[in-house]
């Protein structure tokens, strides 16, 4: 059993190093580069929406602000005609809006909340983003360099007629010391 579970360990061994090999480091680099700047495509695109709602939930806000306005002014008067009966429908319309803007006030806060959320996010993401680009542009540099290094070329091979006059010109000049 040992030895089945040794050969299993040098098979999957044998073809990760075969998929490494197969894998281009600059290649991996440069489809991470692509896959995060899509994500951080999408980040941007999730806080201009949230952005756009904001705007129209302040839109809203001072919608609902002009219409209290309205309805306080109407409401003096038909109180100062003695009309309840018709300051009653202003009035349930003045708690109307006022639960409306309680509830825009909290999805307001929902959206500050989940808006601040994002941006640091991408904030985070572009970080992470530039050191990629940085860690791509060094590889990509070291394997320019690596290239561009010429290789020194092969010694020529040593012939024997080089060995007798090195021979005889060591000779001589031992017999010229002597």
């Known amino acids: 059993?040992?030895?089945?579970?040794?050969?299993?360990?040098?098979?999957?061994?044998?073809?990760?190093?075969?998929?490494?090999?197969l894998e281009a480091p600059d290649l991996v680099l440069a489809q991470a580069v692509r896959e995060m700047e899509q994500e951080l495509d999408g980040d941007?695109?999730?806080?201009?929406?949230?952005?756009s709602e904001l705007e129209r939930l302040a839109a809203r806000e001072t919608a609902s602000s002009q219409t209290l306005k309205q309805s306080a002014a109407a409401l003096e008067d038909c109180l100062a005609e003695g009309r309840d009966d018709l300051a009653r429908p202003l009035i349930r319309r003045?708690?109307?809006?006022?639960?409306?803007?309680?509830?825009?006030?909290?999805r307001r806060t929902e959206l500050d909340a989940e808006s601040e959320r994002t941006r640091r996010w991408v904030a985070e993401r572009e970080t992470q983003l530039a050191d990629l680009r940085a860690r791509t542009a060094l590889f990509q540099e070291s394997a320019a360099e690596a290239v561009s290094v010429p290789l020194p070329s092969p010694p020529?091979?040593?012939?024997?007629?080089?060995?007798e006059i090195m021979l005889l010109q060591d000779k001589r000049q031992r017999g010229g010391a002597a």
Request: proline share 2%; hydrophobic share 45%.
């Open 1 to 21: 059993m040992a030895l089945i579970t040794r050969l299993a360990r040098l098979w999957r061994a044998d073809i990760n190093a075969l998929l490494d090999r």
């Open 44 to 51: 941007r695109r999730c806080l201009a929406r949230l952005a």
């Open 94 to 106: 003045r708690l109307e809006t006022e639960q409306q803007r309680q509830q825009l006030g909290l």
């Open 156 to 163: 020529s091979p040593i012939r024997d007629e080089d060995v």
